[in-house]
C-alpha cells in the first residue's frame, strides 16, 4: 500500500506514516477533506473533487480503510430531537490502585458517550448526554459515586456547544493565518544574495561625482 502512495502523490509533499506503513500524501488528506464535508460522497464526485482519476480515487480510498486511516463510518444525529438534551462533563478522581475496575465499570455504561484519561486536578473525563439534569444527578449519586474506584466528581453542565467538528487534519490552521507579506526593501538596499545591475549613464554620473 506504500507503493500505491508514493506513486500516486504530489512531489515535495511531507507523508507521514500511519498504521501498517500507508504514507499520507496531499492528495490524502485532499480525500480526508472531501470526506469531512460529506462521508457519503460517490467516488466519482471525489475523484473529481481532488482532481484525480477515479481509479486512483477509490484506491487511495480503500488503502486508508485497509490502514486504518479511515476507521469507521457513522451518523450525526441531532440529540436535542433524540430527547438527550442536556449534556454533561463529570470529571473523575480514581483510587490509582483501582483503574481496572473503573474502566471496566465505565464500559458498562451505554449512556457515556466518551470518556478520556486526563492531566491535572481530575483523572479522568466523561461526557453524557441526559434528557434532564435529575437523570444527571441520579447518574453521579447513585451509579459512579457506588464504583469503589471512583473517589471523587465534580460535574460541569454544558451551556451550548459552539463548534464541533467530525475531525480536524494538519494544515488546517493555515488556512485561516494572513500570508506573510515580504519585508518593504529601502531604495539603493540590496537583498542578500541578489545583485544590482547599474545602467553605464548613472555609473560614469557617479565617477564624475565622487572625482
Given at each position: 500500500?506504500?507503493?500505491?502512495?508514493?506513486?500516486?502523490?504530489?512531489g515535495?509533499?511531507?507523508?507521514?506514516?500511519?498504521?501498517?506503513?500507508?504514507?499520507?500524501?496531499?492528495?490524502?488528506?485532499?480525500?480526508?477533506?472531501?470526506?469531512?464535508e460529506?462521508?457519503?460522497?460517490?467516488?466519482?464526485?471525489?475523484?473529481?473533487?481532488?482532481?484525480i482519476?477515479?481509479?486512483?480515487?477509490?484506491?487511495r480510498?480503500?488503502?486508508?480503510?485497509?490502514?486504518g486511516?479511515?476507521?469507521?463510518f457513522?451518523?450525526e444525529?441531532?440529540?436535542?430531537?433524540?430527547?438527550?438534551?442536556?449534556?454533561a462533563?463529570?470529571?473523575?478522581?480514581?483510587r490509582?490502585?483501582?483503574?481496572?475496575?473503573?474502566r471496566?465499570?465505565?464500559?458498562?455504561?451505554p449512556?457515556?458517550?466518551?470518556?478520556?484519561?486526563?492531566?491535572?486536578?481530575?483523572?479522568?473525563?466523561?461526557q453524557?448526554?441526559?434528557?434532564?439534569?435529575a437523570?444527571?444527578?441520579?447518574?453521579?449519586?447513585?451509579?459512579?459515586?457506588?464504583?469503589?474506584?471512583?473517589?471523587a466528581?465534580?460535574?460541569?453542565?454544558?451551556?451550548?456547544e459552539?463548534?464541533?467538528?467530525?475531525?480536524?487534519?494538519?494544515?488546517?490552521?493555515?488556512?485561516t493565518?494572513?500570508a506573510?507579506?515580504?519585508?518593504?526593501?529601502?531604495p539603493?538596499?540590496v537583498?542578500?544574495?541578489?545583485?544590482?545591475?547599474?545602467?553605464?549613464?548613472?555609473?560614469?554620473?557617479?565617477?564624475?561625482k565622487?572625482?
Amino acid at each position: 500500500m506504500s507503493e500505491i502512495s508514493r506513486n500516486g502523490g504530489s512531489g515535495g509533499a511531507q507523508p507521514g506514516r500511519i498504521g501498517i506503513g500507508l504514507e499520507l500524501d496531499d492528495i490524502h488528506m485532499k480525500i480526508l477533506e472531501v470526506l469531512r464535508e460529506n462521508g457519503r460522497i460517490s467516488v466519482a464526485a471525489l475523484a473529481e473533487r481532488v482532481g484525480i482519476s477515479r481509479a486512483n480515487a477509490y484506491t487511495r480510498f480503500e488503502a486508508l480503510r485497509a490502514d486504518g486511516a479511515i476507521k469507521r463510518f457513522t451518523a450525526e444525529i441531532d440529540h436535542v430531537r433524540t430527547g438527550l438534551g442536556i449534556t454533561a462533563l463529570i470529571f473523575v478522581t480514581v483510587r490509582q490502585q483501582m483503574w481496572r475496575q473503573f474502566r471496566a465499570e465505565l464500559a458498562r455504561m451505554p449512556e457515556v458517550e466518551y470518556c478520556a484519561i486526563t492531566t491535572g486536578q481530575h483523572d479522568a473525563m466523561i461526557q453524557v448526554r441526559m434528557s434532564d439534569v435529575a437523570e444527571v444527578h441520579a447518574m453521579v449519586t447513585e451509579r459512579l459515586a457506588n464504583i469503589p474506584a471512583v473517589k471523587a466528581t465534580e460535574t460541569v453542565f454544558i451551556l451550548d456547544e459552539v463548534l464541533r467538528r467530525p475531525y480536524v487534519l494538519p494544515g488546517d490552521g493555515d488556512k485561516t493565518r494572513p500570508a506573510r507579506r515580504p519585508a518593504q526593501e529601502a531604495p539603493g538596499d540590496v537583498p542578500l544574495g541578489k545583485m544590482r545591475f547599474v545602467g553605464a549613464a548613472e555609473g560614469r554620473a557617479a565617477l564624475r561625482k565622487d572625482g
